[in-house]
């Protein structure tokens, strides 16, 4: 089994910057893809960000130039620093494990709050 627990989320001000933490825990494979999505109320999930397991990144259009993902494999934790924060980044922040195995399976965060104020 795979847990994922986000931190970092918080109150800030447009312009402001934050920094998400997913910490990994349990069977962890090198293959795992990593990201994060956001759920603002009354939307759907989107992704934020992923990243692979060669380092190759994607974000969304919304985040690009703003947001970087970053991991750290010692510590089996995933990074969001989020700079240029804007009131339209609000949302609950959840960290995801994607496997590929044949099929793909997620694993999620219980979620992080982030809230911009204007």
């Known amino acids: 089994q795979v847990q994922l627990v986000e931190s970092g989320g918080g109150l800030v001000q447009a312009g402001g910057s934050l920094r998400l933490s997913c910490a990994a825990s349990?069977?962890?494979?090198?293959?795992?893809?990593m990201g994060w999505y956001r759920q603002a109320p009354g939307k759907q999930r989107e992704l934020v960000a992923i990243?692979?397991?060669?380092?190759?990144?994607n974000y969304a259009d919304s985040v690009k130039g703003r947001f970087t993902i970053s991991r750290d494999n010692a510590k089996n934790t995933v990074y969001l620093q989020m700079n240029s924060l804007k009131p339209e980044d609000t949302a609950v922040y959840y960290c995801?494990?994607?496997?590929?195995?044949?099929?793909?399976?997620?694993?999620w965060g219980q979620g992080t709050q982030v809230t911009v104020s204007s």
């Open positions: 995801n494990l994607a496997r590929y195995l044949g099929d793909r399976r997620d694993y």
């Open positions: 349990g069977s962890i494979f090198s293959f795992d893809v």
């Open positions: 990243l692979t397991s060669s380092s190759s990144t």
